[in-house]
């Protein structure tokens, strides 16, 4: 296998999914349903959130959903968020609500997500969400994207899920934690790695698939991979690179020239789970209008 050929190329699957879900959205309005909508409640002013919020609404309007952003100064009360909340909650033209984390930290996280309707809740966060989603039988109405795009990305490439070694790095609420319940429910066998761990390299190196999470650039080295591995880097970090005009560049959590001699598959970013992101929350928007249109 040559390294070009190891490459799992988010972008274009997402891109695809995308494309899929614009028809899916055409065919609802044509056939008279209401156009998908999302509300995106953003507090403060923190340029990463903002981008990414940006990136989520340019989305939404190619894919014919309908966006409402909400924008709430640094200082907003808890009151005046879970008012928000519970006005998109009652608002029949909003079917995803997603507020956009991390909050400020004088707001309480629990609360405003438990504020968010769960037939609302297309980020996946709501407690009764995640609640189903850790137990077995069980089925949340919404998964979190970016799990949820990693685990599309394993099954698109054919990987081998049950019965797999597989080693998340990193237990977030947003990524880590969601994705090693994912993995439980595919029945792999799951590690799942954080800042206390032994002897990391050694504990990754028995991965079959090897998740990355954890937000430190270009961590996973070459003796931290099984040759022959799945390795899904979700990490995303701005690290300065003085030899470009603009002075940085996106890295992963992995470093990717040194592993891709070892690898089997693996996702480079930017380019690989980022994109599934934006394409999860799409369609569990859509997915919401269709829940909304059986009520
Ligand atoms: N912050 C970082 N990732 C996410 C995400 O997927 N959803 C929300 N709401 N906030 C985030």
Redesign the pocket.
Known sequence: MTNESKIIDGKAIAAELRAELAKKVEARVAAGKSVPGLATVLVGDNAA?QS?VGMKQKACAKAGIKSFGIKMEADATQEEVEKVVSDLNANPEVHGI?????LPSHLDEEKVLNAISIEKDV?G?HPINIGRLAQKGREPLFV???PDGCIYLLDKIGAQIEGAEAVVLGRSN?VGMPLALLLVGRNATVTVCHSRTKDLPAVCRKADILLAAVGRPEMVKKDWVKPGAVVIDVGSNRIEDPSLEKGYKWVGDVDYDDVIDVVGRITPSPGGVGPM?IAKLLDNTVRAAEIADGK
């Open positions: 959130s990414y997603l507020v956009q984390l991390p980020d966060f979190p994207c970016t947003i992101t």
